[in-house]
Protein backbone atom coordinates (compact mmCIF):
# COMPACT_ATOMS: atom_id res chain seq x y z
CA UNK A 1 0.00 0.00 0.00
CA UNK A 2 0.89 3.75 -0.22
CA UNK A 3 3.11 5.36 2.23
CA UNK A 4 1.37 6.40 5.19
CA UNK A 5 -0.31 10.26 5.03
CA UNK A 6 1.16 11.90 8.35
CA UNK A 7 4.87 10.47 7.17
CA UNK A 8 7.50 12.76 6.01
CA UNK A 9 8.47 13.80 2.64
CA UNK A 10 11.82 12.24 1.81
CA UNK A 11 14.26 13.60 -0.66
CA UNK A 12 17.50 12.19 -1.63
CA UNK A 13 20.65 14.41 -1.23
CA UNK A 14 23.98 14.35 -3.17
CA UNK A 15 24.97 17.41 -3.69
CA UNK A 16 24.10 17.70 -7.39
CA UNK A 17 22.30 20.81 -8.99
CA UNK A 18 19.36 18.31 -9.47
CA UNK A 19 19.43 17.12 -5.87
CA UNK A 20 19.45 20.78 -4.25
CA UNK A 21 16.42 21.51 -7.16
CA UNK A 22 14.49 18.56 -5.41
CA UNK A 23 15.18 19.60 -1.41
CA UNK A 24 13.71 22.86 -2.64
CA UNK A 25 10.59 21.71 -4.06
CA UNK A 26 10.39 18.88 -1.15
CA UNK A 27 10.73 21.59 1.27
CA UNK A 28 7.47 23.03 -0.20
CA UNK A 29 6.04 20.19 -0.78
CA UNK A 30 6.57 19.19 3.30
CA UNK A 31 5.30 22.93 4.25
CA UNK A 32 2.36 22.70 2.24
CA UNK A 33 1.19 19.20 3.43
CA UNK A 34 2.27 20.02 7.28
CA UNK A 35 4.77 17.28 7.65
CA UNK A 36 8.57 17.38 8.17
CA UNK A 37 10.93 16.80 6.00
CA UNK A 38 13.66 14.04 5.78
CA UNK A 39 16.90 14.92 3.91
CA UNK A 40 18.73 11.42 2.90
CA UNK A 41 22.43 10.88 1.76
CA UNK A 42 23.05 7.25 0.88
CA UNK A 43 26.86 5.76 1.40
CA UNK A 44 28.08 3.05 -1.25
CA UNK A 45 30.39 1.17 0.77
CA UNK A 46 33.36 1.21 -0.84
CA UNK A 47 34.66 -2.11 -2.81
CA UNK A 48 38.40 -1.08 -2.79
CA UNK A 49 40.91 -2.25 -0.25
CA UNK A 50 40.87 0.35 2.66
CA UNK A 51 44.40 0.34 4.59
CA UNK A 52 44.68 -0.33 7.84
CA UNK A 53 43.92 1.63 10.92
CA UNK A 54 40.77 3.76 8.35
CA UNK A 55 37.40 3.73 9.08
CA UNK A 56 35.99 1.58 5.89
CA UNK A 57 33.29 3.95 5.68
CA UNK A 58 35.85 7.58 5.13
CA UNK A 59 38.43 5.83 3.16
CA UNK A 60 39.19 9.22 1.98
CA UNK A 61 40.50 9.83 6.21
CA UNK A 62 37.63 12.68 6.59
CA UNK A 63 37.20 14.19 3.05
CA UNK A 64 34.18 11.87 2.64
CA UNK A 65 32.50 13.21 5.95
CA UNK A 66 33.84 16.06 4.90
CA UNK A 67 31.88 16.32 1.69
CA UNK A 68 28.44 14.33 2.94
CA UNK A 69 28.99 16.85 5.98
CA UNK A 70 28.55 19.78 3.35
CA UNK A 71 26.43 18.42 0.61
CA UNK A 72 23.52 18.06 3.85
CA UNK A 73 24.37 21.42 5.36
CA UNK A 74 23.58 22.76 1.74
CA UNK A 75 20.71 20.59 1.21
CA UNK A 76 19.53 22.66 4.74
CA UNK A 77 20.41 25.46 4.21
CA UNK A 78 18.62 25.82 0.87
CA UNK A 79 15.41 23.44 2.49
CA UNK A 80 15.26 26.70 5.14
CA UNK A 81 15.14 28.90 2.54
CA UNK A 82 11.96 27.89 1.19
CA UNK A 83 10.08 26.57 4.43
CA UNK A 84 11.70 27.63 7.54
CA UNK A 85 9.20 26.35 10.18
CA UNK A 86 9.31 22.66 8.68
CA UNK A 87 11.20 19.95 11.02
CA UNK A 88 14.10 18.78 9.27
CA UNK A 89 16.05 15.76 9.78
CA UNK A 90 19.08 14.76 8.07
CA UNK A 91 20.15 10.87 7.38
CA UNK A 92 23.59 9.48 5.70
CA UNK A 93 22.68 5.85 5.05
CA UNK A 94 24.73 2.46 3.45
CA UNK A 95 23.72 1.10 0.25
CA UNK A 96 22.76 2.13 -2.85
CA UNK A 97 20.78 5.10 -3.27
CA UNK A 98 17.73 3.83 -5.00
CA UNK A 99 17.53 0.90 -2.73
CA UNK A 100 17.93 2.89 0.15
CA UNK A 101 15.00 5.50 -1.27
CA UNK A 102 12.99 2.51 -1.77
CA UNK A 103 12.94 1.69 1.52
CA UNK A 104 12.54 5.25 2.94
CA UNK A 105 9.39 5.10 0.84
CA UNK A 106 7.45 2.82 3.21
CA UNK A 107 7.43 5.25 6.13
CA UNK A 108 7.50 8.27 3.86
CA UNK A 109 3.97 10.20 2.50
CA UNK A 110 6.08 11.79 -0.75
CA UNK A 111 9.76 11.00 -1.72
CA UNK A 112 11.12 13.97 -4.12
CA UNK A 113 14.65 13.16 -6.38
CA UNK A 114 15.71 14.98 -9.38
CA UNK A 115 15.02 14.10 -12.57
CA UNK A 116 18.76 14.19 -13.71
CA UNK A 117 21.86 14.19 -12.08
CA UNK A 118 25.65 15.38 -13.49
CA UNK A 119 28.36 12.44 -13.48
CA UNK A 120 32.36 13.52 -12.76
CA UNK A 121 32.97 14.49 -15.89
CA UNK A 122 30.07 17.17 -16.39
CA UNK A 123 28.04 15.13 -18.69
CA UNK A 124 24.03 14.65 -17.85
CA UNK A 125 22.33 11.24 -17.42
CA UNK A 126 18.91 10.01 -16.58
CA UNK A 127 18.73 9.36 -12.62
CA UNK A 128 18.02 5.64 -12.23
CA UNK A 129 17.53 6.36 -8.87
CA UNK A 130 13.81 7.99 -10.28
CA UNK A 131 13.56 5.24 -12.41
CA UNK A 132 13.26 2.76 -9.67
CA UNK A 133 11.51 4.61 -7.08
CA UNK A 134 8.67 5.06 -9.44
CA UNK A 135 8.90 1.54 -10.31
CA UNK A 136 8.87 0.32 -6.42
CA UNK A 137 8.19 3.08 -4.08
CA UNK A 138 5.57 2.55 -2.05
CA UNK A 139 4.08 6.33 -2.01
CA UNK A 140 4.22 8.42 -4.56
CA UNK A 141 7.16 9.78 -5.88
CA UNK A 142 7.61 13.27 -7.24
CA UNK A 143 9.96 13.52 -10.28
CA UNK A 144 11.58 17.34 -10.21
CA UNK A 145 12.27 18.18 -13.74
CA UNK A 146 11.99 21.07 -16.46
CA UNK A 147 10.35 24.46 -15.11
CA UNK A 148 6.68 24.37 -13.62
CA UNK A 149 4.11 26.84 -14.62
CA UNK A 150 2.80 28.67 -11.43
CA UNK A 151 -0.31 29.48 -12.54
CA UNK A 152 -1.10 26.33 -15.20
CA UNK A 153 -3.11 22.95 -14.04
CA UNK A 154 -2.38 19.66 -12.55
CA UNK A 155 -2.37 17.03 -15.68
CA UNK A 156 -3.63 13.39 -14.77
CA UNK A 157 -3.43 10.74 -17.20
CA UNK A 158 -6.55 8.74 -17.64
CA UNK A 159 -5.41 5.77 -19.12
CA UNK A 160 -7.94 3.23 -17.86
CA UNK A 161 -5.16 1.09 -15.99
CA UNK A 162 -5.54 -0.51 -12.17
CA UNK A 163 -3.36 2.85 -11.02
CA UNK A 164 -6.36 5.19 -12.21
CA UNK A 165 -7.56 5.31 -8.78
CA UNK A 166 -4.93 6.13 -6.52
CA UNK A 167 -3.40 8.57 -9.53
CA UNK A 168 -6.63 10.42 -9.60
CA UNK A 169 -7.18 10.80 -5.73
CA UNK A 170 -3.25 12.47 -5.04
CA UNK A 171 -3.99 14.39 -8.45
CA UNK A 172 -7.43 16.11 -7.20
CA UNK A 173 -5.95 16.70 -3.97
CA UNK A 174 -2.86 18.49 -5.82
CA UNK A 175 -5.28 20.24 -7.87
CA UNK A 176 -7.29 21.69 -4.61
CA UNK A 177 -4.16 22.07 -2.71
CA UNK A 178 -2.41 24.31 -5.19
CA UNK A 179 -5.35 26.30 -6.12
CA UNK A 180 -4.94 24.94 -9.78
CA UNK A 181 -7.63 23.62 -12.00
CA UNK A 182 -7.22 19.61 -12.96
CA UNK A 183 -7.14 18.24 -17.07
CA UNK A 184 -7.79 14.87 -17.46
CA UNK A 185 -6.26 13.19 -20.94
CA UNK A 186 -7.90 10.01 -21.48
CA UNK A 187 -6.50 7.71 -23.55
CA UNK A 188 -9.53 5.95 -24.47
CA UNK A 189 -12.19 7.42 -26.94
CA UNK A 190 -14.91 9.67 -25.19
CA UNK A 191 -18.59 11.06 -26.13
CA UNK A 192 -16.60 14.61 -25.17
CA UNK A 193 -18.19 13.48 -21.07
CA UNK A 194 -16.14 12.58 -18.01
CA UNK A 195 -15.82 9.07 -18.02
CA UNK A 196 -17.82 7.09 -14.68
CA UNK A 197 -16.05 5.66 -12.14
CA UNK A 198 -13.03 7.35 -9.32
CA UNK A 199 -13.14 10.67 -11.67
CA UNK A 200 -16.99 10.87 -10.97
CA UNK A 201 -16.55 10.33 -7.44
CA UNK A 202 -14.11 12.47 -7.05
CA UNK A 203 -15.32 15.16 -8.58
CA UNK A 204 -18.59 14.57 -6.20
CA UNK A 205 -15.87 14.74 -3.11
CA UNK A 206 -13.51 17.48 -4.51
CA UNK A 207 -16.44 20.33 -5.78
CA UNK A 208 -14.30 23.42 -5.73
CA UNK A 209 -11.47 21.66 -8.57
CA UNK A 210 -12.43 22.66 -11.98
CA UNK A 211 -11.77 19.53 -14.02
CA UNK A 212 -11.42 20.17 -18.04
CA UNK A 213 -11.59 16.52 -20.12
CA UNK A 214 -9.48 16.11 -22.67
CA UNK A 215 -9.30 13.24 -25.14
CA UNK A 216 -5.97 12.72 -26.60
CA UNK A 217 -5.25 12.61 -30.29
CA UNK A 218 -1.70 11.55 -31.09
CA UNK A 219 0.57 9.54 -29.21
CA UNK A 220 -0.09 8.82 -25.66
CA UNK A 221 3.42 10.47 -24.25
CA UNK A 222 4.29 12.60 -27.27
CA UNK A 223 0.69 14.41 -26.01
CA UNK A 224 1.58 14.21 -22.35
CA UNK A 225 5.17 16.16 -22.86
CA UNK A 226 3.20 18.91 -24.93
CA UNK A 227 0.80 18.97 -22.11
CA UNK A 228 3.10 19.19 -19.31
CA UNK A 229 4.82 22.24 -21.08
CA UNK A 230 2.43 24.75 -19.81
CA UNK A 231 1.01 22.34 -16.65
CA UNK A 232 2.58 22.52 -12.89
CA UNK A 233 2.83 18.86 -12.41
CA UNK A 234 1.86 15.66 -14.33
CA UNK A 235 -0.23 12.77 -12.44
CA UNK A 236 0.21 9.17 -13.59
CA UNK A 237 -0.13 6.30 -11.95
CA UNK A 238 2.66 3.37 -11.79
CA UNK A 239 1.63 0.30 -14.45
CA UNK A 240 3.21 -3.18 -14.21
CA UNK A 241 5.27 -2.41 -10.90
CA UNK A 242 7.71 -5.86 -11.83
CA UNK A 243 11.06 -4.42 -13.09
CA UNK A 244 13.36 -1.73 -11.81
CA UNK A 245 11.99 0.56 -13.72
CA UNK A 246 9.02 2.54 -15.30
CA UNK A 247 7.23 0.45 -18.08
CA UNK A 248 6.35 1.85 -21.63
CA UNK A 249 7.12 4.27 -23.64
CA UNK A 250 4.94 6.68 -21.70
CA UNK A 251 6.29 6.61 -18.35
CA UNK A 252 9.98 6.67 -20.09
CA UNK A 253 8.76 9.83 -22.50
CA UNK A 254 7.53 11.31 -19.63
CA UNK A 255 10.58 10.90 -16.76
CA UNK A 256 12.93 12.17 -19.73
CA UNK A 257 11.17 14.82 -21.50
CA UNK A 258 8.41 16.50 -19.29
CA UNK A 259 8.86 20.06 -18.69
CA UNK A 260 7.01 20.34 -15.67
CA UNK A 261 7.86 17.84 -12.86
CA UNK A 262 6.03 14.57 -12.72
CA UNK A 263 4.26 12.49 -9.85
CA UNK A 264 4.00 8.81 -9.98
CA UNK A 265 1.67 7.70 -7.78
CA UNK A 266 1.15 3.35 -7.05
CA UNK A 267 -1.87 2.06 -6.80
CA UNK A 268 -3.70 1.18 -3.46
CA UNK A 269 -2.24 -2.28 -3.55
CA UNK A 270 1.92 -2.71 -4.29
Not at 35 to 54: C, D, E, K
Not at 92 to 106: H, M
Not at 180 to 190: F, K
Not at 214 to 238: F, I, K, N
Request: glycine content about 10%.
Amino acid sequence: MSGPMGGPVVVGVDGSPSSLAAVETAAWEAERRGTGLRLTHALVWPSTHVPPGIPPWDPDGGGLRDRVNGSLTEAERRARSVAPQVTITCDVLFGEPAAVLEIETRTASLTVVGGRRATRDGVLLHDSVADRLTAHGRCPTLVVRGRPEPAGPVVLADDASPALTAAAEFAFAEALGRGADLVVLHTRAGNGRLPLGPLSSLRTKYPDVAVRPRWLRGREGRVLVEASADAQLVVVGARHRVRNTLPGSVGRMLLRHAHCPVAVVPSAKV
